[in-house]
């Protein structure tokens, strides 16, 4: 059957996949004007209300036609309870298929293009004899990663120069689905919840934070005592740490909080667990470094002790044992430990080479969910 005839209907009751039609232009072609379609995908700039059309109109149908790809409009229904255009979401090639989709402003937050991707793939699996799905984004386009993930795609890593859009080649995130894997998360997506103290607020870290990022990783005593840091660290790479914060998250590796001030917003310290969900269960590793502008204030110790108390609570993960390593000369991180109660385990001598390819002791410490109690 030709389009628009060839296209299923598929419906969870809530959002609807359909064939385009004139109507869709319009939205569509607001869609390709927002700002963050154009930041993470390569929808050409300038795009036109014509190449709108086009697009919905003749690229799908012909797509459908051919069998090359499916291609859906995405539906839902607004706050009104009308049914509006929200997106687009389309299964590419086959038996081993890639996926790609976007989202109207107004329907994000909503859960509209989980739903949707379940229903593409669905239909993928059932009707069209697809094996795998595999799913790619930008490098930091988390919105698009939270959707992998609630989806059940494995998260396999990231592929340098894996993209070329308008005359960049971008590293992209990866991801896939077979045949028979489940549709839903395979594991949680750690999250930093927001702590506060007498004087902090601990956030998750966000892009806006590298700035003073860099400017922490750039400075020589934290090069010092972070030998491994990358050199020279400029705003560039801090956005590449705050995306790979952001996928650790996403694999249940890691929680980042942002240390930061309550009235300016500004980082001021960075707080990790690191290696959750590994072969000790139960277990963390905390890691921390000061901004140059926040240290000799005890600042980094009421932010760990934040952490560590809700690491050990009912409304955290529920942990029972946190280690902690610190280069024995590092005064200002052994101080830390001892203020957020952890107890001094033993010395690995020679075990931390520094800055300047020096040796120095590597002190252990753990902190036991039951010291607290």
Request: hydrophobic share 45%; aromatic share 8%.
């Amino acid at each position: 059957m030709p389009f628009p005839l060839s296209v299923p209907v598929l419906t969870d009751g809530v959002v609807t996949l359909r064939a385009a039609t004139p109507a869709d232009v319009e939205p569509m072609w607001e869609m390709t004007q927002d700002p963050a379609m154009q930041r993470w995908t390569a929808v050409p700039i300038p795009n036109t209300r014509e190449m709108s059309e086009q697009f919905a109109l003749h690229v799908g149908a012909r797509a459908w036609d051919e069998g090359t790809a499916r291609m859906w409009v995405v539906e839902a229904e607004d706050d009104d309870g009308r049914p509006r255009f929200a997106g687009n979401v389309d299964v590419r090639g086959g038996p081993v298929a890639d996926i790609g989709f976007t989202l109207h402003p107004w329907a994000r937050g909503r859960g509209i293009m989980t739903a949707a991707v379940r229903l593409a793939v669905d239909h993928g699996f059932t009707e069209a004899g697809i094996e795998a799905v595999h799913w790619r984004a930008h490098v930091g386009n988390e919105a698009s990663l939270r959707v992998a993930h609630a989806c059940g795609f494995e998260l396999v890593g990231t592929a340098p120069a894996l993209l070329h859009e308008r005359g960049r080649t971008l590293d992209a995130w990866t991801a896939v689905l077979r045949f028979g894997d489940a549709p839903y998360a395979r594991r949680p997506w750690q999250d930093a919840p927001r702590l506060r103290t007498d004087r902090l607020q601990l956030r998750p870290l966000v892009e806006t934070d590298a700035h003073r990022v860099a400017q922490a990783c750039s400075d020589p005593t934290t090069r010092h005592w972070l030998r491994t840091l990358p050199h020279p660290y400029t705003p560039e790479v801090a956005r590449a740490f705050v995306a790979d914060c952001t996928w650790r998250s996403a694999t249940g590796e890691k929680i980042t909080w942002a240390v930061a001030d309550p009235v300016s917003d500004d980082l001021v310290a960075l707080v990790t667990l690191m290696h959750l969900g590994g072969v000790n269960p139960g277990t963390a590793e905390v890691g921390y470094w000061a901004h140059p502008d926040a240290r000799g204030r005890g600042l980094v110790g009421e932010a760990v002790e934040a952490v560590t108390h809700w690491a050990f609570s009912p409304d955290g993960p529920g942990l029972h044992r946190l280690s902690l390593l610190a280069a024995a000369g590092n005064v200002a991180s052994n101080r830390v430990a001892e203020r957020s109660g952890f107890r001094r385990l033993g010395v690995e001598r020679q075990a931390e080479m520094l800055g300047d390819d020096t040796l120095d002791d590597l002190v252990s410490y753990d902190l036991l969910a039951d010291d607290l109690r």
